[in-house]
């Protein structure tokens, strides 16, 4: 079987071969143990921390060489003793621990859910990740309550998407932001109720938080910021002056900001560090309960999975450029079969 391998740290976006990545032939895991279950891929989720991780920029750092990438899709081939929760042929989306860039994968069957029917299995590796963090961070860490004002940033990437969506579900006026005309028409589509460009402001002329607070007087009650930066201090000024909450999901701007814990004291603001990946060891069971709300959610019709790029394994290198690149709307995903459908 194939697999993206990442040899060494590097440059993502460099063509395979001449940068860290490779296409090799990846010897698959030959028992599956009890309570596991051997999925074959059809198609896996690139997310920014994946690009990240194989420059060696992200908190997890797995030994070399290793096999990028963390959420699939696909149909379960084979089923180790004692799995009850599904049967061979079952449309599944997982979190794969060992990599997600390559042809099959062995997961515990508690890290794989079934796909609804109606939703296509491609598309369907978008859920664990982004759904699952943005469910977690909104229901479970904010407790995001009806008619609360949700301040979105980075609102057209994957997590972005679906907090914006995940917001709308519980009742929350959402407000996003995003750079440029073409990801403004987009969130439109959404239905949030505005969207701002920040490429449009600039703290000496025109200040984002001045023009947010314009649009909602009282302030904003909890912010989902995977960006960090400059754009922190922005949304900060925003907050509500009592009790709102600000979600720090991660830093794609590359830069890691400061709280001011003064402001923090003043407006009686919680912070909260989101990570996903630590539920898994810490408390399973919250992230399994968010992960059957999401998936009772898709089934409802209530979430729309957006794919705007879709790559073959051979062209992972083009995949990390448009991720890297803030080319990406929604998701971009790896199509593990002979033609990828741009």
């Known amino acids: 079987m194939r697999a993206v391998v990442c040899t060494h740290l590097g440059d993502p976006t460099l063509p395979l071969g001449a940068g860290p990545l490779c296409i090799k032939e990846h010897s698959p895991v030959t028992i599956v143990d009890k309570g596991h279950v051997r999925i074959r891929v059809k198609a896996a989720s690139l997310n920014f921390p994946d690009a990240l991780q194989v420059q060696g920029k992200y908190q997890v750092k797995p030994p070399l060489p290793f096999v990028p990438g963390s959420e699939v899709s696909g149909t379960i081939v084979e089923l180790g003793p004692g799995v009850e929760k599904f049967k061979l042929g079952d449309r599944v989306c997982a979190i794969s621990q060992n990599g997600a860039f390559v042809e099959d994968v062995v997961v515990h069957e508690n890290m794989a859910w079934g796909v609804p029917d109606g939703i296509e299995l491609e598309v369907a590796c978008c859920v664990p990740v982004v759904y699952g963090t943005s469910q977690l961070a909104l229901a479970h860490r904010a407790q995001l309550k009806k008619g609360q004002v949700l301040l979105v940033l980075g609102a057209g990437g994957g997590v972005g998407v679906a907090a914006c969506q995940i917001g709308k579900i519980m009742g929350a006026k959402v407000i996003a932001v995003v750079n440029g005309k073409e990801k403004v028409e987009f969130l439109q589509t959404l239905g949030v109720d505005h969207v701002f460009d920040a490429s449009q402001y600039s703290p000496a002329a025109q200040p984002l938080h001045q023009a947010i607070k314009a649009t909602v007087r009282q302030g904003v009650d909890v912010v989902f910021d995977?960006?960090?930066?400059?754009?922190?201090?922005?949304?900060?000024?925003?907050?509500?002056?009592?009790?709102?909450?600000?979600?720090?999901?991660?830093?794609?701007?590359?830069?890691?900001?400061?709280?001011?814990?003064?402001?923090?004291?003043v407006k009686n603001l919680t912070v909260h560090g989101v990570f996903w990946g630590s539920y898994l060891q810490n408390e399973p069971k919250v992230l399994m309960k968010g992960m059957n709300t999401v998936l009772s959610w898709l089934a409802e019709g209530k979430i729309e999975l957006k794919v705007s790029h879709r790559f073959l394994m051979e062209d992972v290198d083009k995949a990390f450029k448009a991720v890297l690149g803030r080319k990406v709307m929604g998701k971009a995903i790896l199509v593990m079969e002979t033609q990828s459908r741009l």
């Open 226 to 265: 995977p960006v960090g930066g400059s754009l922190f201090e922005e949304a900060l000024k925003c907050t509500a002056p009592w009790g709102a909450h600000y979600l720090v999901i991660g830093f794609a701007s590359g830069g890691i900001p400061k709280v001011p814990a003064n402001l923090a004291l």
